[in-house]
């Protein structure tokens, strides 16, 4: 049961309660760290599920100086800023051993995707713009990011998978943000996608993390081709709604080049930044390459596989990667229109 279900008598006192102690909070944070939003350009980091975003965050967070909000600020997201000045004063620059479980890293301090976000956007509601959204709660994350950037000192980067779902509210709410993406193989994404949900829901016939705008003409399809087409979903929502925004405000990168190359790409995203007027100061050096993971297909009859193949192949007509080409490694092109299935 939801205890926040604003269709019940308890769920409204709750839900009433915990918006007084979020507000309560946040003026306590107000006096301690300011309520002006940040001073350079927020950075958000995007891509597929299973498609590399934790790995990009770490490297990033890694080897430049950078605030985010915590993992521990996960488990207590009405305190985002001051879990975050705890973290900072008790912990130096963040160490990364490239290891997460799904999203997951290990350490209090390490970056986390920010539940505080859930505060202010809806979980799988697609926003279209800023309008979508609370005046108070726009007001609110714009408060939030500007305190950890000024707790940390350092420009504010955030992962979160569902930010494909609020790209065009971000957007608007923060005008000067900048987006980095990173785009894995879909083939590999699928095969993680549902070993996810074997691992994590216990079956395949159960839904796993963020859905695309096109959920609802996919959801009855078998399994194998329901993920195939939540990622192929995920990929034209982030093509519709990237020219609109403005090329020049991404910069893309593919994750198996990614992980042959860090330091190439790294200087890539590095200049990338600085041309937008983020200072983007080393900590620590690129790591050495990675091994690009390919998913396992042990958990698979012959059938399915197959089965994901044909999908792909009707999905994918042609390069998957074909139409974010324009913004590997800075070049600033148009977008081509996708075609929806």
């Not at 918006?19 to 940040?38: I, K, N, T, V, W």
């Not at 590999?188 to 003409?217: C, H, K, T």
């Not at 297909?297 to 089965?307: E, F, N, P, R, V």
């Amino acid at each position: 049961m939801n205890l926040l279900d604003s269709n019940n008598p308890r769920g409204r006192l709750l839900m009433k309660t915990a918006g007084q102690l979020a507000g309560a909070l946040s003026r306590l944070e107000g006096m301690l760290f300011g309520d002006a939003g940040p001073l350079h350009p927020p950075i958000f980091i995007l891509g597929l599920p299973r498609g590399g975003t934790t790995l990009m965050y770490q490297v990033l967070c890694h080897c430049y100086r950078f605030a985010y909000p915590s993992m521990a600020a996960n488990s207590l997201p009405f305190s985002a800023a001051l879990v975050s000045w705890l973290c900072r004063r008790f912990r130096g620059d963040y160490v990364s051993d490239f290891q997460s479980h799904y999203g997951r890293l290990r350490g209090l301090t390490s970056p986390g995707e920010g539940t505080m976000w859930n505060l202010w956007f809806e979980k799988d509601r697609t926003y279209r713009s800023a309008n979508d959204v609370r005046p108070e709660a726009v007001r609110e994350m714009v408060r939030m990011v500007g305190r950890i950037e000024r707790i940390y000192g350092h420009p504010f980067i955030n992962k979160n998978l569902r930010h494909i779902n609020r790209l065009p509210a971000l957007a608007e709410i923060f005008p000067r943000c900048l987006f980095v993406v990173i785009m894995r193989n879909p083939r590999d994404a699928v095969l993680s996608l549902l070993r996810g949900r074997l691992e994590m829901q216990g079956s395949f016939n159960r839904w796993f993390s963020v859905r695309p705008r096109s959920f609802v003409a996919h959801r009855d399809l078998a399994p194998e081709r329901q993920v195939v087409f939540q990622i192929k979903g995920l990929i034209d929502d982030l093509l519709e709604d990237m020219p609109r925004i403005g090329t020049k405000r991404f910069i893309a990168v593919p994750y198996e080049e990614f992980c042959r190359s860090p330091a190439n790409h790294l200087s890539m995203i590095s200049s990338f930044l600085s041309g937008h007027g983020v200072p983007v100061l080393p900590s620590h050096p690129p790591p050495k390459p990675f091994l690009p993971v390919r998913d396992r297909t042990d958990m698979l009859t012959g059938a399915q596989l197959t089965s994901i193949d044909r999908a792909l192949e009707e999905a994918f007509s042609a390069d998957p990667y074909l139409n974010l080409r324009c913004v590997w490694s800075g070049e600033r092109n148009a977008i081509p229109p996708t075609n929806r299935s």
